[in-house]
């Protein structure tokens, strides 16, 4: 399935998940979906380093808490980019979100869309919110017209933290709809005693997911 048929297919199947999009240059002649076919929510999540093609286990375990705590019909894009060890694609990432977030915007104005990402997947997100971090690639920043369809923000061990703050004080444009988590012993995040890796890969699931998966229901 090519990266735009995926995105119709986002469209009208809800519960989609964990599909990899691949790159076309069919949208000229793609179908527009009807209201009827868009669901009322979406979030569009970037993975952490070295995971599979996905949503990752962060990701999932969010839109799961999200899909109990809100009434909707819940549908997932999962960020296409190669999350590899070396983080050198965090721009390939932001844009594939700019371009999910454009066609949401013409095909499904009225979905509220939800912006998540974990590990490398919160640069991703960061660079889509205008963050910069130093010595790490730059990439593009969603235009400022379509910040009003990104109803909610959730990054989880995000290395901006560690040099900025969170995103939700960094980002003028989407820090005020941000919620930006980090577990006190991931070192990713955070500097000082304690820390272990194991904060970081183990310590998400589920009190934090859960905490953003609340904070985004309110705003959904």
Partial sequence: MDKHSWRRAAATLAAAAALVAAPSTLRATAPVATANDCPEAEVIFARGTSEPPGIGRVGQAFVDSLRQQADMNIGVYPVNYPASRLQLHGG???????????????????????LGGYSQGAHVIDIVSGVRIAGIPWGSALPAQYADNIAAVAVFGNVARRTGGPLT???????????????????????????ALSGHTDGYIP??????????????
């Fill in 207 to 220: 009190e934090y997911t859960n905490q953003a998966a609340t904070f985004v229901a309110s705003r959904l």
């Fill in 92 to 114: 390939d990432g932001a844009n594939d979100v700019i371009d999910h977030v454009k066609f949401m915007a013409s095909s499904c104005p009225s979905t509220k869309l939800v």
């Fill in 169 to 195: 004080n960094q980002s003028s444009l989407l820090g005020s709809k941000a919620i930006d988590l980090c577990n006190p012993t991931d070192p990713i995040c955070h500097a000082g005693p304690g820390n």
